[in-house]
């Protein structure tokens, strides 16, 4: 019974630090490093739900780092067409 608190409180902690994280944190111009810091929440949110369930957890966190990914890769590209420097 203690595993699934010790899972559930990591995970709430992971995706607050990681959100503010990736919100506040320091002004990182490479996509690389956004990207990482983005994959934080997620771990979080999957060990979340690793508390409800193994396969909710793992379905989420690839939608997770999918998305995230998909909308950072295109962030990028459309700031390298209008001329920006990363």
């Known amino acids: 019974m203690l595993d699934l608190y ?5 995970g709430c902690a992971l ?7 990736t919100v506040i944190g320091p002004g ?8 990482l ?3 934080i929440p997620a ?4 060990m979340i739900f690793l508390t409800y369930n ?4 793992l379905l989420t966190y690839i939608a997770a780092t999918v998305l995230i990914t998909m909308v ?3 962030a ?3 700031l390298e067409e209008m001329g920006a420097e990363l």
């Open 6 to 10: 010790i899972w559930f409180y990591t």
């Open 15 to 21: 995706v607050i630090i990681g959100c503010l994280g």
């Open 28 to 35: 990182v111009k490479d996509p690389i490093i956004r990207t």
């Open 37 to 39: 810091n983005t994959e």
């Open 43 to 46: 771990v979080g949110v999957s």
């Open 54 to 57: 193994d396969t909710i957890a």
């Open 72 to 74: 950072l890769l295109r």
């Open 76 to 78: 990028v590209v459309r």
